[in-house]
């Protein structure tokens, strides 16, 4: 059974795409296909970015190939070996509803296997620091939540994100995936 | 608002080029809903529609369409989901998340691959399941302690849910114009995500006195909790298991 997940960012959607499968890695990206679909689209849509990872895989095998599929407007594929060591990178820390936030990812391979929040500033307000803590730990699940066997989905009261997902993003950036 | 929405698809080979050109299709159905209906764009058609520049005949098609669909909403929750009510103009945001979740779900229905879910901030829009004959489960999210389950669904195709635990009190109650939340969280279950989302505002406003108004749906089904972790249900609430917090 093969699964892809792909995340997206931005307004109500929008930014950059996560994908992932059980032997390969699709990194799909969204910042290039909303130029094409949607050239005029606002500054918020600047961090292009993506990607992803195998979802674990029982009875483990070789590291997965990754497959790279940069839609375009004429969409190119290229394919290239993942890197298999276990790494981690801090994204950028960036403006969120509240204050700066930055995100931490680490991967193995091209696996992520956690993402946490590096720093937190949200000025000491106690609504943001309640919705932080309310918000911030569903938002790592959902990053993980295609390493979750039982179920594949999380239905929960909406949060807003586009400062932790611009981060993750960039930290993935750093790590080249 | 920055919202995260997800695409999970599930077949035996990895996507063909036809189904991510499907997927690509899907996500411009977002982005075109984004389009439309942004109160946080000062151009889009909703935003013009608001402040009265332009009437609903030269607005987009959806956009009419959309508010039809929310006034069904609005009737079927006896007004506790009630876009027009709320400060600053018409806002059928609570509507349009999920509307759009679907119609990008319905895009990838035409790739026949075993299954999609599409998860839009915590309301979840899917059909087929993981694995042949299996539908997805979905976790819903406990409100009392947000990093477990209260309990895990098996989805008939839309999972909605709706609380102020994330982002403290932003509903308001149509009838008094004032903020309120009756439940501590509200989960609708059915065949559909931009209703199951409506009425899950709806109930999470209104609390177990609405749940009747979803009892008579044959497609829907509801889940309450209360602030005291008190659980209500429509009699077929699709839970795999409840009561007990399950760790996620």
């Known amino acids: ?177 | 608002m920055g919202t995260i929405v997800t695409f999970d698809l599930y077949d035996e080979d990895e996507p063909s080029e036809s189904v991510l050109s499907l997927l690509r299709e899907a996500i411009d159905v977002l982005h075109q809903a984004d389009d439309d209906f942004s109160t946080y764009k000062y151009d889009s058609p909703l935003s013009r529609l608001r402040r009265g520049d332009v009437t609903m005949e030269q607005c987009p098609a959806d956009v009419g369409q959309v508010l039809e669909l929310c006034n069904v909403a609005k009737n079927i929750t006896d007004g506790w989901f009630d876009p027009w009510s709320l400060p600053g103009g018409v806002d059928p945001t609570g509507y349009v998340k999920g509307w759009a979740a679907q119609r990008s779900l319905d895009v990838l229905r035409r790739s026949w691959i075993r299954g999609a879910l599409v998860n839009a901030a915590g309301d979840t829009a899917s059909f087929g399941g993981p694995h042949a004959g299996v539908p997805f489960r979905i976790g819903i999210v406990d409100p009392a302690a947000t990093q477990h389950l209260a309990c895990v669904v098996e989805s008939p195709g839309a999972v909605a849910t709706s609380g102020t635990y994330e982002r403290g009190c932003h509903l308001i109650d149509p009838h008094t114009g004032r903020p309120a939340s009756r439940a501590a969280s509200a989960t609708v279950t059915g065949t559909d995500l931009g209703l199951a989302d409506a009425f899950a505002t709806a109930l999470a406003v209104a609390g177990v006195q609405a749940l009747p108004l979803i009892e008579v749906l044959d497609d829907f089904e509801a889940l309450i909790i209360d602030y005291d972790g008190t659980f209500h249900t429509t009699t077929g609430f699709p839970a795999v298991r409840t009561g007990s917090k399950t760790s996620s």
């Open chain 1, 1 to 177: 059974m093969k699964r892809a997940h792909i995340v997206i960012a931005g307004t109500v959607v929008g930014l950059a795409g996560l994908l992932s499968f059980n032997s390969t890695a699709v990194t799909l990206s969204l910042g290039s296909l909303s130029a094409v679909t949607a050239p005029t689209r606002s500054t918020t849509t600047t961090t292009p970015a993506t990607t992803t990872t195998s979802v674990p895989h029982s009875g483990g095998s070789t590291p997965p190939p990754t497959t790279r599929v940069v839609p375009t407007t004429t969409a190119t594929t290229t394919t290239t070996a993942a890197p298999s060591a276990a790494r981690s990178a801090t994204g950028a820390a960036t403006n969120y509803s509240y204050g700066i936030l930055s995100v931490k990812v680490s991967v193995s391979g091209t696996k992520i296997t956690n993402v946490s929040i590096a720093s937190i500033d949200d000025g000491g307000n106690p609504r943001s620091a309640y919705i932080d803590q309310a918000s911030i730990p569903l938002l790592e699940q959902q990053a993980m939540s295609a390493q979750s066997a039982s179920i594949q989905g999380v239905s929960g009261a909406s949060y807003t994100t586009a400062g932790f997902e611009q981060s993750l993003q960039s930290a993935l950036s750093k790590l080249g995936l």
